[in-house]
């Protein structure tokens, strides 16, 4: 074969691999492509030549996001534009889905438009089943959702369903309920359905409504009339893990006072005496502040939980003991200190007294008369020396007898051979 022919063939090959490489980036140039460079423009026919190619296979309703300032949405779902990128490509390019767009549209919120925010989150609730739950945990992040008395939009979680009965213990707070479009029928079914709001009493909200309640935040008014909703729920409702926050809020001020004042567990007691070992009113009422006569805790869990089911603490006992002895009327007093002997008799007896405890009301009841006589002498009381548990009923003043169940502690106390003196007492008579 002559040179000649040989150069002829090898330029004609020259040629067409020349041709064949040309003709994808001639096709790419051309306006046979259909695209989209935002979401409120028409499906046209255009060029790759420019932009940020984005190649989409969604329905026709999506909402496309914003990704870049030079976004070109391709439609691949279009059969010709499928083949044409194909071919200019030489490979199949990588095609987001409503899924990944999403995503895309999610990590770049602050991009979107008001108009196509609202698109976006329409959408995803339409198309809720569908959707990957971790999409739908990050939509739960977002601050998409309009609310009362707030200017901007936010996160939906930890808003309050307006139309549960929740809506009692976080009535007037500002930010706190959908609004707009978000509290109609349709938008706050799917919110509820999705948990994207609260709408069950539930340890979440007893941790975030006792952090409330205890912050001196708002009208003090009003704080006490949500606590009283919040204690009926509590009354009503108790569940187990309610008792964590409660028992950490113990000696937080969070309990309202008839003055709208507050205080703690700690420090109150409600008006209920209970028949529980701990119940009784006459062993701190003096001491500690009462609750208000329409605030009662019925629950016995509930109780428990804050406290006063507990042993009333020495202290306060101590306390309630010494403003005892100086009331007044005498049938009061006697009444009352029974009921608190008994009390220290009962801690006495469980270990529940300590020594220094003891070593005080000695000190204090040394010389005064203090403990209740068992005659019909109702409100008499005898100092310690002359109170006897002996049975022998020719006792002569300035001796009486005392009621035997108080044995072990009255001993503690100094009240030692009483039998003994109570003889020697009568020898001297004789």
């Known amino acids: 074969m002559h040179g000649a022919q040989i150069g002829g063939m090898y330029g004609a090959q020259v040629s067409l691999m020349h041709g064949v490489i040309l003709l994808p980036l001639t096709i790419s140039l051309s306006p046979v492509f259909k695209t989209k460079a935002k979401n409120d423009d028409n499906w046209t026919f255009s060029s790759l030549a420019s932009g940020q190619h984005i190649f989409i296979s969604v329905v026709d309703d999506f909402p496309l996001p914003v990704q870049s300032?030079?976004?070109?949405?391709?439609?691949?779902?279009?059969?010709?534009?499928?083949?044409?990128?194909?071919?200019?490509?030489?490979?199949?390019?990588?095609i987001q889905t409503e899924n990944v767009l999403l995503g895309i549209a999610f990590q770049n919120w602050q991009r979107q438009s008001e108009t196509l925010r609202d698109a976006l989150v329409e959408w995803t609730f339409r198309h809720r089943f569908t959707i990957h739950s971790g999409l739908m945990e990050q939509l739960n992040e977002l601050p998409y959702v309009t609310v009362n008395g707030l200017s901007h939009r936010v996160p939906p979680k930890d808003l309050i369903d307006p139309k549960s009965a929740l809506r009692s213990i976080y009535a007037d707070e500002v930010g706190r309920f959908p609004s707009d479009s978000f509290a109609t029928h349709y938008y706050l079914s799917v919110l509820r359905e999705l948990n994207f709001v609260k709408s069950v009493f539930d340890k979440s909200v007893v941790e975030e409504r006792l952090a409330y309640f205890s912050s001196q935040e708002g009208d003090s008014e009003q704080?006490?009339?949500?606590?009283?909703?919040?204690?009926?729920?509590?009354?009503?409702?108790?569940?187990?893990?309610?008792?964590?926050?409660?028992?950490?809020?113990?000696?937080?001020?969070?309990?309202?006072?008839?003055?709208?004042?507050?205080?703690?567990?700690?420090?109150?007691?409600?008006?209920?005496?209970?028949?529980?070992?701990?119940?009784?009113?006459?062993?701190?009422?003096?001491?500690?502040?009462?609750?208000?006569?329409?605030?009662?805790?019925?629950?016995?869990?509930?109780?428990?939980?804050?406290?006063?089911?507990?042993?009333?603490?020495?202290?306060?006992?101590?306390?309630?003991?010494?403003?005892?002895?100086?009331?007044?009327?005498?049938?009061?007093?006697?009444?009352?200190?029974?009921?608190?002997?008994?009390?220290?008799?009962?801690?006495?007896?469980?270990?529940?007294?300590?020594?220094?405890?003891?070593?005080?009301l000695k000190d204090l009841t040394s010389a005064i008369s203090w403990i209740p006589i068992m005659s019909l002498s109702h409100g008499k009381l005898v100092k310690t020396i002359h109170a006897l548990f002996s049975d022998d009923a020719d006792l002569r003043s300035p001796f009486e007898r005392v009621r035997p169940k108080y044995t072990t502690f009255l001993a503690a106390i100094g009240c030692v051979s009483r039998y003994a003196i109570h003889l020697v007492s009568k020898k001297k008579r004789i």
């Open 223 to 360: 704080r006490a009339h949500k606590v009283k909703e919040f204690i009926s729920f509590c009354n009503g409702s108790w569940k187990r893990e309610f008792e964590a926050p409660i028992v950490k809020a113990r000696s937080r001020a969070w309990l309202p006072l008839d003055n709208n004042s507050f205080c703690s567990p700690e420090e109150c007691r409600d008006r209920l005496d209970t028949s529980g070992a701990h119940g009784n009113s006459k062993c701190y009422d003096l001491v500690l502040k009462t609750l208000p006569s329409n605030i009662v805790i019925l629950s016995q869990e509930f109780r428990k939980a804050l406290g006063w089911l507990d042993p009333v603490p020495a202290t306060v006992v101590f306390k309630q003991f010494r403003l005892t002895l100086s009331i007044r009327d005498t049938n009061n007093r006697h009444s009352r200190l029974t009921t608190l002997i008994e009390y220290f008799s009962y801690l006495y007896s469980n270990g529940q007294l300590s020594a220094e405890t003891v070593q005080s």
């Open 69 to 94: 300032t030079s976004d070109l949405y391709v439609r691949m779902k279009d059969g010709a534009t499928h083949a044409l990128v194909k071919f200019t490509k030489l490979s199949t390019p990588s």
